[in-house]
């Protein structure tokens, strides 16, 4: 199983991207890296995936750098419904999750 | 479509008593997974299974925690002589395969124990 290290907490302003990182030294090389959101009282929701190369869907945007060691999670306008511990985490079959990043989107 | 469902959503039981916790996984997924998770913390694995099997049994905290999947569909947690340490929310998700490293886990929305 894949180790992550994530912020703690991060802050951003309402209206501005924001920019989660996260380092998965330890990925190997067919594991792809995930990220999922929980916004208090809910189970967590599936955000983006990938392996190698940058994606993007309507929620977000993810970076991977090219030794894949580490990525970035871009919400491009931060809204307060963004308000959320995000998690990083890489695949397998056993889905262990680190402490994730507790974002607050500031009006 | 339907998503993960979980029952019952709440349950308040007491010390030593048995629960049963209920979850329906999306259709088709092949995979599924049990979290735990105390008030103010993350996500614990407990187990997850593959169809009716369970590889991986190494995340339940101790043998009063039991969990089956039968038919490839509903999985049922177990904790026997509940101890008010077992009160938290105990999630479920499910992914079309395990194994397949491009298989998202969509999760319910879990249910919350309270051992009093």
């Known amino acids: 199983d894949a180790k992550t290290t994530q912020p703690t907490s991060m802050d951003c302003a309402e209206g501005r991207a924001a920019n989660l990182p996260c380092n998965h030294s330890t990925i190997s090389g067919n594991e792809y890296v995930y990220w999922y959101r929980q916004i208090h009282s809910q189970g967590p929701q599936y955000i983006i995936h990938g392996l190698k190369n940058n994606e993007t869907n309507e929620m977000a945007s993810l970076i991977i750098t090219e030794d894949r060691k580490s990525s970035t999670l871009i919400l491009p306008h931060a809204t307060l419904r963004d308000t959320a511990v995000y998690y990083c985490?890489?695949?397998?079959?056993?889905?262990?999750f680190g402490t994730g990043t507790s974002l607050t989107v500031i009006p | 479509g339907a998503g993960v469902s979980q029952s019952p959503s709440n349950k308040v039981t007491e010390k030593g008593k048995d629960v049963e916790l209920r979850c329906d996984p999306i259709?088709?997924?092949?995979?599924l997974y049990w979290y735990r998770q105390s008030l103010g913390q993350g996500l614990e694995f407990l187990i997850y299974?593959?169809?009716?099997?369970?590889?991986?049994k190494s995340g339940l905290p101790s043998d009063r925690f039991s969990a089956e999947r039968t038919g490839g569909s509903v999985s049922t947690l177990t904790i026997q002589r509940t101890q008010q340490e077992d009160s938290a929310v105990y999630l479920c998700?499910?992914?079309?395969?395990?194994?397949?490293?491009?298989?998202?886990?969509?999760f319910g929305n879990g249910t919350r124990l309270t051992v009093t």
């Open positions: 299974f593959q169809g009716n099997s369970a590889p991986d």
């Open positions: 259709s088709g997924h092949t995979a």
């Open positions: 998700a499910s992914s079309f395969l395990t194994g397949r490293r491009n298989s998202p886990l969509h």
């Open positions: 985490m890489g695949g397998g079959n056993q889905f262990y």
